[in-house]
């Protein structure tokens, strides 16, 4: 079956991931995080030193150690998480990033276009606070 609009796995564990930060009254660790989003603690545990070095979260070691936010809740927004583990996100005309369109219209009416419009537009609007 196909899907027209699909997160990546690590986008989704990164976005799911600082909530559950946010929301933890003690430190968040890599099992924690992996139980909660059904996700290898290999993959967790490599996004997260991501979005460590991108300056969203501290890092504790220890047997108590895990994850803390380096900003409030409502100073990160979801754009911010996503395009840390996605990259920046590129609104274009064309889905396939074509300069010159043979049909001289767009086939898809720039649905694509607008699709993205409205994502990034939906991910800078929200931050972490919006969830807890």
Do not use: W
């Not at 009254?25 to 997260?48: P, R």
């Not at 990259?87 to 720039?110: A, Q, R, W």
């Amino acid at each position: 079956m196909s899907k027209i609009v699909s997160l990546t796995e690590a986008a989704s564990i990164a976005l799911h991931g600082m909530i559950i930060v946010a929301k933890s009254e003690k430190m968040a660790n890599v099992v924690l995080i992996s139980d909660l989003t059904g996700s290898s603690k290999h993959h967790v545990a490599k996004i997260f030193q991501r979005l460590v070095k991108d300056n969203f979260l501290e890092s504790h070691r220890g047997p108590s150690g895990g994850f803390t936010l380096k900003k409030a809740p409502g100073e990160i927004t979801l754009l911010q998480i996503y395009e840390s583990i996605e990259g920046k996100i590129e609104v274009t005309t064309c889905p396939l990033d074509k300069g010159i369109c043979p049909f001289g219209k767009c086939i898809m009416d720039n649905v694509t276009r607008k699709m993205t419009v409205d994502f990034k537009q939906h991910l800078q609007s929200h931050t972490l606070a919006d969830y807890l």
